[in-house]
């Protein structure tokens, strides 16, 4: 069979159209491949935004030809209709009428469609087809449709909807051709036989049946194996099992095998901070280098190889399938939460670092309920919090056997931490679905996908969005900040040179919130920490250990026994429980604010988590 | 071969059997959704037409949310969605009929 119907004439010396298409959009239900086709077509040369005002990611690409010429492509969310009910919908509604200020409207669309699934998903044709821009319906799939025993007259489709129709199978990069050719000469706008009323669903539906009807679709079987998996994957045993497996293993190996590539990154950042010392001379210039850039910016560096091992698991479960059986038998047990099984897969996340997890909320489509999950997701407790754990348990628990060989009791006192935390999240969340956040009662559908091997090309191009968003963070505001407290540290100069921290405007900081966490149990050292680890929460491990003139090192021996003499053993509950529920960590606080589109949930979650970690801590102090 | 004792299952007696009342591999037809208008629109564009036929597939553990299928694709709802929409249900003709 051809492999696309209606085209401009391929082959035919392309005569330069009369107005070159510049912006092409890509329109599709969920699961069609679409991101995919995307991917294909436009490679490395994409970009990813936000569109203004909303939370609603904008991946825009460009196709080059070989006269020069290149189109943009716009890969919008994927909807079922264009009845504008979800913020995906209203975007894609407003990109495809021009509606967008800083996106112009398209000059032509791929409509992307499921072909193993034909009668529904051309349900979505109706409202495109009747915007009346050249389209070109690109059918995916086309590998399942043939294995499965399905086939359609593509002639036939074409001359149904009006317009040119594609066979493509985008993991494969089958049958593009066509796509390109579309690309570069267009088409007339589509000329529909007939198109249906498009409020109502049911005529919709049936228009969509008759239209595939004559064009002779024969749906393919049932996938196989998508079947056999999900007899295990969704059984009532080995299901539970399976998942429980998954979630351990990517649990496991965020921490044992990013360990060495974070190690790595470390002894990077170690060894250029070393040279850089070498060669400038002593003046404050160095030191900003060497503590505030080196040292801010290289300690959240590290945690670039969980990020980008967090998101390749995350993009192999999404990718696969997978993602949404374990969102559906996690469900049950996150309703009880007042979430949904989407919050598992983040909330895990959040136990390496909240920021790739409050990023991973994007597979949420509920607003309310990835708010509720971007706003609990800092308690979980990260891997920036161990290096302070550790010290200030270290420091004060002495660690004697508890239940055998196999639990300490410092090791018990980090598994109350983790508890601590996630308690925390657990009522937090509770509080919020049953009153700000409460669930404007959409009721929970999830779409199971077949399963299909993930592509490198989609995995690595994931990488290395998630890397370029992490690494321009780090290399603005996280930098801005950490200069920012260098500044506070070494400021006012005394003598042309910078003044002991006690005497530096941190040390001013510190003893000028003193009063106010006096009653916590810390001094103005503590305070100094408290500042300078709003950077990056492990940060007041070294600030400490500058404070009382040793190595900052959690294992440090002599840092620890000047905390001993600090500190009183309420006090140092009382840190341990303020570092659980603060909101430390400028990078959360940056994400959130990108993540929800401005600056109202950060201001109310670092409000609520820094009162949290106050009451608690006041507590902690007066009753231990 | 399945036969169906629809009023000894759990549902809301009184407004008839809903999807909650299928067991796996069981097949009904759907009556109407009673939801509000815009949830209802919604779970349309997914297939659950009044007049479709939807079968019970798996389900996460306790059976809660199940994976439907319906027009070609499989839907997992949780038991409060599928619980208000309704099958067609006429005595002497079941509307729940097991998948062929």
Known sequence: MSLCAGCPSAGAPAAPPASPLRTVALVGPPNSGKSTLFNKLTGLRQKVGNFPGVTVERHTGQVFFPDGRAVTLIDLPGVYSLSPRSEDEQ????????????????????????????????????????????????????????????????????????????????????????????????????????????????????????????????????????????????????????????????????????????????????????????????????????????????????FLPQILLLFLFIGVLEDSGYLARAALIADRTMARFGLQGKSFIPLLSAYACAVPAILSTRTIENKRDRVATILIAPFMTCSARLPVYTLIIAA??????????????????????????????????????????????????????????????????????????????????????????????????????APPIEQSLAGTLGRTIEPAIRPLGFNWKIGIGLVTSLAAREVIVGTLGTIYGMEGDAHSQSLQQSLQKDLTPGAAVALLIFFAFAMQCISTIAVVRRETGGWRWPAIQFSYMTALAFLGAFLANHLV | ?????????????????????????????????????????????????????????LSAPGGDPRVFEVDGSEVALRRETAARLKLRFEPGSPGMVPNP
């Open chain 1, 91 to 302: 975007v894609t509604r407003d990109v495809l009428t021009g509606a967008l200020p800083d996106t112009p409207g398209p000059d032509a669309i791929l409509l992307i469609l499921d072909s193993t699934n034909l009668a529904r998903q051309l349900m979505l044709a109706a409202p495109i087809l009747s915007l009346r821009i050249p389209t070109l319906v690109v059918l995916n799939m086309a590998d399942d449709l043939r294995g499965r025993g399905g086939s359609l007259d593509l002639e036939a489709l074409a001359a149904q909807l009006g317009a040119p129709v594609a066979l493509v199978s985008a993991r494969q990069g089958e049958g593009l051709e066509p796509l390109f050719e579309f690309l570069r000469n267009s088409a007339g706008a589509p000329q529909p036989r007939e198109l249906p009323v498009l409020q109502e669903i049911p005529k919709c539906r049936q228009w969509a049946g008759r239209v595939s009807h004559r064009s002779g679709y024969h749906p393919p079987a049932p996938p196989l194996w998508t079947r056999r998996l999900d007899a295990l994957f969704l059984h009532p045993v080995a299901g539970p099992l399976t998942f429980l497996g998954v979630v351990l293993l990517v649990f496991q190996l965020l921490f044992t095998a990013a360990a060495p590539l974070m190690d790595g990154i470390r002894f990077l950042v170690a060894a250029s901070g070393r040279w850089v010392e070498a060669v400038l001379p002593a003046s404050p210039l160095r030191s900003l280098l060497i503590e505030g850039v080196w040292g801010g910016v290289g300690s959240v560096l590290v």
């Open chain 1, 396 to 497: 004060f628990l002495p660690n004697r056997p508890l239940a055998g060989a196999f639990l300490g009791t410092r090791a018990a006192a980090l598994l109350g931490l983790y508890a601590l935390g996630f308690g925390a999240a657990v009522a937090t969340a509770r509080i919020l679905k049953s009153s700000v956040l409460k669930s404007e009662r959409t009721p929970f559908m999830l779409e199971m996908p077949s399963y299909r091997w993930p592509t490198f090309q989609s995995l690595g191009l994931r990488l290395l969005d998630r890397a370029k968003v992490f690494l321009r963070r780090a290399g603005t505001v996280i930098l801005a900040v950490t200069v920012g407290l260098w500044a506070l540290a070494h400021l006012p100069l005394q003598e042309g040179k």
């Open chain 2, 1 to 57: 071969m399945l036969q169906l004792s629809v009023n000894k299952r759990r549902s809301d007696a009184h407004r008839g059997p809903a999807l909650t009342d299928l067991r796996r591999g069981e097949a009904g037809v759907l009556d109407r959704l009673d939801l509000p208008e815009e949830d209802a629109r919604r779970l349309m564009e997914l297939g659950f037409l009044p007049g479709s036929r939807i079968t019970a597939a």
